[in-house]
């Protein structure tokens, strides 16, 4: 760990910037293009929309980034030799907006209020909507670019009206208006998620340049000046809001039923035959590519499809190869076709060609049968289909099972839970010419009988009797003791506290350091764990937030207990400025001190923005994670950090969830794989772990630490477990952060069936687990008619630390520990399996195993 004393800004932060301005491109989907990229010149460009030079790099909450200077979208422009005519117009939409901020802040106030939450946590996730207002679009030149930016955070989601994912009227009129007066017209979508863009899709061009972190204006400038290439891939699904089929089945303050199933994004559009906005997978380059099937293989484990990609444009480019498989209708009814692979080729120059081979696992075609608690691949004929987007796939061939195979056998989880599902009667999509290539496909025929059926053993819950003896840490750490002879020889009470995070009031759920200054080892860090057994020797963890990079206090100071105690604030809603709230002003007026106080010995942490979540997946690359991965991990090490609280791969259900712009996709296989590929990168790096999170089914932000999602076991598996098991299954992330809501009425962090049965006996997961922020406190308001999880109940069920725990979590404890009439009664061995579980990887990232 590094203790920077200077503002200057370091060599590790150039780096970082001009990597994120590389890889940034890639991540930006270039959806209609009428020969307007690249532009053949700078020169005058008239500039206009709320993101112009209010660009937004990445959403609140904790997925956002402290950082030390952030490029927008006018300073971009101008870097690159661009002269703004729209200067007057920029100045007065800034007006507009502080006086919409203004009002909206006042309007807050009152519900707040109403609510009674506290403000600052009423604030969480709230953002201005988009102000209507009359300002004459006339800058000077031929060229015109809209940049239209959309913002949302945790706490809150988003909403189906204008100004959110609607257009207003003011933004739909505008974009028209200089679609037709300028030659040249770009729309530039600043966005995290969805924005329904339907009224102003045929304008010359849009690109989707998402909420790419900290390099944005420069990277979107080197697209524009064709210095750069667009090469992303959508990996959401876009249309009008009611066309979803989580349309009427989201947002519920108690119970949201997933009455799709498993027919989440395409898988439904495809199903039934809709024509999206945007389909998933697709999106454009400066030049063209074809994509011809030159190989199918396939044995009892794998499938390879060789392809050779040519660039057939006139510019350099990069492609994407999607891999497809429709599975035959069975006893289970099946998707038109499920994403099975995918590879993104190197930079082509034109005319260039390059062969790639994509392969994935025979049995990742299987269905999950709920009967037989099994995956099964029903006989027939498997199709692999082959494109460049999904609905742009041809037939590779096919794979033909003489009878069913089962692949897996496991337990089911969701025994009594009956979801009233949707029915879908519509014709499936297809295209001219499917059923001659259906006929005429290469078949592979395997034998199910030589398929390969995994079992596991399910493992039972022993009591470990306390050990009469002082164990000494520094003995575990030159491996004379064992973790578990450790753990073993803790009192109760030591116990209790390795099970929950550093806190230092004595209020429930602690308190201290997510707004304020509280002494940490790392300013604005997340959280830690105990200090109760720093006595002991025992080293911690420490945990700062992702994913668009670490959030961290960009200044601090040390206190004579070598704490550090951040003089900036690690979070913000960004509308603090508007509300006088008088803590807050407190707070920073006892910051400005510190600092006075501190004289020299005062650090700077500058860490950096990444692109947000979406916007890595949309680069369908592993290499873009890779360099995502290092800068994260690079810094960690740099700051001290040990655990990222990051990647976030849950599914984008519903356009309407705050937090998509944190996460991968509609499709657990891009999840899993983007996950993985970030996980790898960081755990590269000495003493760093990624904590993959919100383990699962938190797809909606209302009413969210008590909210239900009620869901079949098939959807469980297939689509919101899949890519937490892609993930683990690759590259064992070192932990994982379960959600605040509950599953099938039990609140993911106390279940057995998730932690236990399926993520450490199924899946072989060795990392630890930690609860989200807080779901153990029970003061939090809630308005419906579930209550708050219980901490007995995370660690009965393996949820290793409460994060960041209080007073009332350490008495629930250890009342469990004594109480048979407790509802989450514990025994000594359910402790201590926490706690060794938390001793190894405490081992493992400060370098001792
Ligand atoms: C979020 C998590 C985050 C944690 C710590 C919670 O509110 O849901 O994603 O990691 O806070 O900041």
């Known amino acids: 760990m590094r203790r920077i004393h200077t503002k200057a800004m370091q060599q590790f932060e150039k780096e970082h910037i001009n990597a994120v301005r590389t890889i940034s491109p890639e991540c930006m989907v270039l959806l209609k293009?009428?020969?307007?990229?690249?532009?053949?010149?700078?020169?005058?460009?008239?500039?206009?929309?709320?993101?112009?030079?209010?660009?937004?790099?990445?959403?609140?909450?904790?997925?956002?980034?402290?950082?030390?200077?952030?490029?927008?979208?006018?300073?971009?422009?101008?870097?690159?030799?661009?002269?703004?005519?729209?200067?007057?117009?920029?100045?007065?939409?800034?007006?507009?907006?502080?006086?919409?901020?203004?009002?909206?802040?006042?309007?807050?106030?009152?519900?707040?209020?109403?609510?009674?939450?506290?403000?600052?946590?009423?604030?969480?996730?709230?953002?201005?909507?988009?102000?209507?207002?009359?300002?004459?679009?006339?800058?000077?030149?031929?060229?015109?670019?809209?940049?239209?930016?959309?913002?949302?955070?945790?706490?809150?989601?988003?909403?189906?009206?204008?100004?959110?994912?609607?257009?207003?009227?003011?933004?739909?009129?505008?974009?028209?208006?200089?679609?037709?007066?300028?030659?040249?017209?770009?729309?530039?979508?600043?966005?995290?998620?969805?924005?329904?863009?339907?009224?102003?899709?045929?304008?010359?061009?849009?690109?989707?340049?998402?909420?790419?972190?900290?390099a944005a204006g420069d990277a979107l400038a080197d697209v524009i000046i064709g210095k750069a290439y667009p090469s992303g891939k959508m990996t959401m699904t876009w249309t009008a809001v009611s066309d979803y089929p989580s349309a009427n089945d989201f947002g519920d303050i108690n119970d949201t039923f997933y009455r799709e199933g498993i027919y989440v994004g395409y898988r439904y559009f495809d199903r039934t035959g809709k024509t999206p906005v945007y389909p998933f997978g697709y999106g454009l380059g400066y030049t063209t590519f074809s994509v011809e099937t030159k190989r199918l293989e396939a044995d009892t484990k794998t499938v390879t499809v060789t392809v050779a990609v040519k660039n057939t444009g006139k510019a350099a480019g990069k492609e994407v190869v999607q891999v497809y498989y429709s599975a035959p209708e069975g006893r289970l009814d099946k998707p038109y076709q499920e994403l099975a692979a995918y590879a993104k080729t190197g930079e082509l120059e034109p005319g260039m060609e390059q062969e790639m081979s994509v392969s994935f696992d025979l049995a990742s075609m299987s269905s999950f049968d709920e009967e037989s608690a099994s995956y099964v691949l029903e006989k027939g004929r498997y199709y692999i289909r082959v494109g460049n987007c999904s609905r742009n796939t041809h037939i590779a061939g096919a794979v033909e099972l003489d009878r069913d195979a089962v692949t897996e056998k496991v337990r089911n989880i969701c025994e009594?839970?009956?979801?009233?599902?949707?029915?879908?009667?519509?014709?499936?999509?297809?295209?001219?010419?499917?059923?001659?290539?259906?006929?005429?496909?290469?078949?592979?025929?395997?034998?199910?009988?030589?398929?390969?059926?995994?079992?596991?053993?399910?493992?039972?819950?022993?009591?470990?009797?306390?050990?009469?003896?002082?164990?000494?840490?520094?003995?575990?750490?030159?491996?004379?003791?064992?973790?578990?002879?450790?753990?073993?020889?803790?009192?109760?009470?030591?116990?209790?506290?390795?099970?929950?995070?550093?806190?230092?009031?004595?209020?429930?759920?602690?308190?201290?350091?997510?707004?304020?200054?509280?002494?940490?080892?790392?300013?604005?860090?997340?959280?830690?764990?105990?200090?109760?057994?720093?006595?002991?020797?025992?080293?911690?963890?420490?945990?700062?937030?992702?994913?668009?990079?670490?959030?961290?206090?960009?200044?601090?100071?040390?206190?004579?207990?070598?704490?550090?105690?951040s003089a900036t604030m690690p979070f913000s809603t960004g509308l603090e400025d508007y509300m006088e709230i008088p803590e807050m002003e407190r707070l920073k007026e006892a910051m400005k001190k510190q600092v006075e106080d501190a004289g020299e010995q005062v650090y700077y942490q500058y860490s950096t923005a990444i692109p947000v979540g979406t916007a890595i997946a949309q680069s369908w690359s592993e290499e873009v994670c890779s360099a995502c991965g290092d800068i994260a991990g690079r810094e960690m090490e740099l700051f001290g950090v040990n655990l990222w609280l990051a990647p976030g791969l849950n599914i984008q259900r519903s356009p309407l969830c705050g937090r998509n712009f944190e996460y991968y996709s509609e499709d657990p296989v891009i999840s899993g794989n983007i996950s993985a590929a970030i996980t790898a990168s960081v755990q590269k790096h000495a003493g760093c772990g990624t904590t993959i999170k919100h383990y699962m089914c938190n797809n909606q932000e209302t009413n969210r630490f008590f909210s239900n999602s009620v869901v079949n076991e098939r959807a469980i598996r297939e689509i919101y477990l899949k890519g937490f098991e892609i993930c683990v299954r690759k590259t064992q992330p070192h932990a994982l952060m379960t959600s605040y809501n509950l599953l099938n009425g039990e609140h993911t962090c106390s279940s057995k069936a998730l932690l236990k049965q399926i993520l450490r006996d199924e899946w072989g997961f060795e990392g630890i687990v930690m609860s989200d922020w807080r779901v153990t406190s029970s003061m939090r308001k809630n308005n419906g008619k579930y209550s708050c999880a219980s901490a007995a109940g995370c660690v009965k069920a393996g949820n290793d630390i409460i994060m960041p725990g209080g007073d009332e979590d350490r008495n629930d404890i250890l009342s469990a520990l004594n109480d048979g009439a407790h509802p989450y009664p514990l025994n000594r061995g359910d402790l201590t399996a926490c706690a060794k579980r938390i001793c190894d990887m405490v081992l493992k990232l400060h370098g001792v195993i």
């Open 33 to 214: 293009n009428e020969g307007v990229l690249p532009l053949d010149r700078t020169g005058k460009i008239a500039l206009y929309g709320s993101g112009a030079r209010n660009t937004i790099k990445g959403g609140t909450g904790s997925g956002d980034v402290n950082i030390r200077h952030f490029v927008n979208i006018e300073e971009g422009l101008e870097n690159a030799g661009f002269e703004i005519t729209t200067k007057a117009w920029l100045n007065a939409y800034d007006e507009i907006l502080d006086k919409a901020k203004r009002i909206f802040a006042e309007e807050l106030k009152v519900k707040a209020k109403e609510s009674g939450m506290p403000l600052f946590m009423f604030l969480m996730g709230k953002t201005v909507p988009e102000p209507d207002y009359e300002l004459l679009p006339e800058g000077e030149g031929d060229t015109a670019i809209y940049v239209l930016a959309r913002n949302s955070g945790e706490g809150t989601d988003r909403a189906d009206v204008p100004g959110d994912i609607r257009l207003t009227e003011t933004e739909i009129r505008d974009i028209c208006i200089l679609n037709e007066r300028y030659e040249k017209f770009l729309l530039v979508l600043n966005v995290g998620g969805m924005v329904d863009i339907s009224p102003v899709k045929d304008v010359k061009a849009v690109l989707l340049l998402s909420q790419p972190g900290i």
């Open 416 to 565: 009594g839970i009956v979801v009233d599902e949707k029915q879908f009667l519509n014709t499936p999509i297809s295209y001219e010419g499917e059923a001659d290539e259906m006929a005429g496909a290469y078949v592979i025929e395997i034998e199910a009988g030589e398929i390969a059926c995994a079992e596991h053993t399910y493992s039972e819950d022993t009591c470990a009797l306390p050990l009469d003896e002082i164990i000494l840490w520094e003995d575990v750490k030159k491996g004379k003791r064992t973790t578990e002879e450790f753990a073993a020889s803790l009192g109760d009470e030591q116990l209790a506290y390795l099970c929950i995070g550093a806190y230092k009031d004595a209020g429930a759920g602690g308190g201290a350091g997510v707004i304020g200054n509280a002494g940490m080892l790392v300013a604005g860090a997340a959280g830690e764990t105990t200090h109760r057994l720093d006595d002991i020797g025992m080293e911690g963890l420490i945990m700062a937030d992702g994913p668009a990079g670490l959030r961290l206090s960009t200044c601090y100071t040390l206190g004579e207990d070598g704490m550090a105690k």
